[in-house]
């Protein structure tokens, strides 16, 4: 018998307004994170500042793993723009980073559309 339960994870959003997704993971000094119940809907739950990690086109290794941690209680990064070497180590911690420029709100659904689709093979 199929799991009847909803499912719930967070989504953390790179955002400098609240409104669009618009900042490059390692640039960001902001992420809106997001609480998701696939039946439910989402609603925000935090505003989590940090700091950027991007220094002029490279990075420090140690930084970008601390960055990193900092996102362990989320599924999913949103962002508008992905380094490989971030992509790689939010992968690693088993975090789904995707590039979706445009509001929080069609981010937010395709992400919601993916996680469905996911949970179909799982």
Not at 38 to 45: A, C, F
Request: negative net charge.
């Amino acid at each position: 018998m199929a799991d009847t339960k909803s499912k719930t994870y967070r989504i953390a959003v790179a955002s400098t307004d609240g409104e669009n997704v618009n900042q490059h993971y390692g640039r960001a000094t902001k992420f809106y994170i997001y609480s998701m119940d696939d039946e439910e809907g989402y609603d925000l739950v935090e505003e989590r500042n940090v700091e950027p990690v991007c220094m002029e086109g490279s990075h420090v290794v140690s930084k970008m793993e601390q960055s990193v941690l900092r996102f362990t209680d989320c599924r999913y990064i949103v962002v508008s723009r992905l380094g490989s070497s971030a992509g790689a180590a939010l992968s690693a911690r088993g975090i789904t980073a995707m590039e979706l420029p445009g509001t929080i709100d069609e981010a937010i659904l395709s992400v919601w559309k993916y996680n469905r689709v996911q949970g179909l093979f799982s």
